[in-house]
């Protein structure tokens, strides 16, 4: 039974839709750019890692070239297959499930990665989706997330989030911050820039 709501249905439509292409854009990126501002606080290998909105694969196979035991998820079976087939030779854990509840996903890890996901996500699911994303932060473990800002693409139902929602959660959820910093967008698009944080689980 599928349980997602109305509004995660139609984003996963247009990411299985366009799979093929987002994927290319994304594997355009070189991981090591986009984690930069963030890299000394991420654990040395071999460490658990839950990529949680994996796209086109390519940080769980950065990750996991690295030397760490990576969990890789994904709400789209169309960009879990793109993600298979260029990242195949890599051991990483493919697993289909989606925010709020990521069924399937058992366990904690030292690292969680959230990126470019949340904005996906409607008004009523990102806190409990915060919530669990940090139930998943084992002790001493961090959590990453990364929010994109400009002018949304409503045709994927993403929406503008303002860091203070996760400055919040983490608080809440008994998390420390430990970076909040401004990036530029990596594909280089106008008017777009990101937010990257940072929490530990003490």
């Known amino acids: 039974m599928d349980t997602l709501s109305v509004h995660a249905r139609l984003v996963r439509a247009a990411f299985d839709r366009d799979a093929e292409a987002l994927c ?114 084992a002790p001493g473990g961090v959590l990453l997330v990364a929010l994109r800002h400009g002018a949304p693409d409503a045709s994927r139902g993403m929406a503008d989030v303002d860091d203070a929602e996760v400055l919040a959660a983490g608080r809440d959820h008994g998390m420390s911050l430990l970076r909040h910093v401004r990036a530029e967008d990596a594909l280089g698009r106008a008017g777009t820039s990101w937010s990257l944080m940072v929490h530990r689980r003490p």
């Open 24 to 137: 290319a854009r994304y594997e355009g990126v070189d991981p090591a750019v986009l984690l930069a501002p963030v890299a000394d606080l991420l654990p040395e290998p071999p460490a658990s890692v839950l990529d949680v909105g994996c796209g086109s694969g390519r940080d769980a196979a950065a990750l996991a070239r690295a030397g760490h035991q990576v969990n890789a998820v994904d709400a789209s079976p169309a960009m879990l297959r793109e993600a298979r087939r260029r990242h195949g030779d890599v051991p990483v854990r493919w697993l289909g499930s989606a925010l709020p509840l990521l069924e399937g996903v058992d366990g904690r890890f030292d690292l969680v990665t959230c990126n470019a996901v949340l904005m996906f996500l409607a008004d009523g699911e990102r806190g409990p989706a915060l919530g669990r994303l940090c139930s998943l932060v």
